[in-house]
């Protein structure tokens, strides 16, 4: 069975950066469409940046435009979030997703991403 592994979160001052890591097998890292996404408790889980499995296409929520960039490693079979200028509203669970079906899509919807990480927390202070 396919896994994503999220690893990177920590505590961080607001201004600060962070790298998260998402490790895939490389027949899914190379043939599918991936994202991010981020919950906090008792909200929905809220989409952060997509990539096609080709990079062609791009998404990135407006609060992290210009701050956060989603990344692939082919010879790492990695997916990365760099996360710039942190904020505290940055604060949340963040999971990697992955789309197999769709590859060409950068969806913000987090209903059509098949498999999920079990999420890394970023905590963000002021």
């Known amino acids: 069975q396919e896994q994503l592994v999220e690893s990177g979160g920590g505590l961080v001052q607001a201004g600060g950066s962070l790298r998260l890591s998402c490790a895939a097998s490389?027949?899914?890292?190379?043939?599918?469409?991936m994202g991010w996404f981020r919950q906090t408790p008792g909200k929905e889980r809220e989409f952060v940046a997509a990539t096609s499995w080709s990079g062609d296409c791009t998404n990135y929520a407006d609060s992290v435009k210009g701050r956060f960039t989603i990344s692939r490693d082919y010879t790492e079979n990695t997916m990365y979030l760099h996360m710039n200028s942190l904020k505290p509203e940055d604060t949340a669970v963040y999971y990697c997703?992955?789309?197999?079906?769709?590859?060409?899509?950068?969806?913000?919807?987090?209903?059509?991403?098949?498999?999920w990480g079990q999420g890394t927390q970023v905590t963000v202070s002021s």
């Open positions: 997703s992955a789309n197999p079906h769709t590859s060409y899509a950068c969806s913000i919807y987090a209903g059509d991403y098949d498999l």
């Open positions: 490389e027949r899914t890292l190379s043939s599918s469409a």
